[in-house]
């Protein structure tokens, strides 16, 4: 597996972007779905990261960064036929890396309640992360799961 920094020009990209758009607007209202836009990913503040096995296209998963201290997972979707793989995993684990290489001293990220969100928060746990208030722009939503990750040397309140 390699994971690569992805500039979202990608035809297998943008097409595994589209069914992670599907997958959440079909499991959240849409007052509650929170997935970034092919835009949104385009930002400044956004960096992008794909997994592959040669041409094949694994998974995607992104890093907000919120504040100098504070960066938020975003877009995590692993491709169906290659889930149960560890994909999700190691992007997660590359992610956390980077926030840790950022000098971020919290990692954060909200996903759905609903029961097709519930292997997302098992691997977010696994990791380490647990429930949280709601976080920078979020507001408490019975849709939401908000999670958080202190990372070492991470400041009070951070």
């Not at 907000?64 to 995590?76: L, R, T, V, Y």
């Not at 999700?88 to 890396?97: K, T």
């Not at 928060?121 to 992360?129: N, Q």
Request: with cysteine; proline share 5%.
């Amino acid at each position: 597996m390699i994971l690569r920094e992805d500039d979202l020009t990608d035809r297998a990209v943008l097409d595994l972007l589209a069914r992670h758009q599907h997958f959440t607007a079909g499991e959240s209202p849409p007052e509650s779905c929170h997935a970034l836009d092919l835009d949104g990913l385009r930002q400044s503040d956004v960096t992008v990261w794909t997994a592959w096995d040669e041409a094949d296209l694994l998974g995607i998963g992104a890093l907000k960064q919120i504040d100098p201290g504070h960066g938020e997972i975003k877009s995590m979707h692993t491709a169906e036929r290659h889930r149960g793989r560890g994909v999700a995993a190691a992007i997660l684990s590359m992610i956390i890396d980077e926030a840790r290489r950022r000098s971020y001293g919290r990692l954060s990220l909200e996903t759905g309640s609903m029961a097709a969100f519930a292997s997302a928060r098992d691997l977010y746990g696994r990791h380490g992360f647990v429930a949280c208030p709601p976080f920078a722009a979020y507001v408490h939503d019975p849709n939401s799961v908000f999670m958080t990750l202190q990372l070492p040397g991470a400041m009070p309140g951070r």
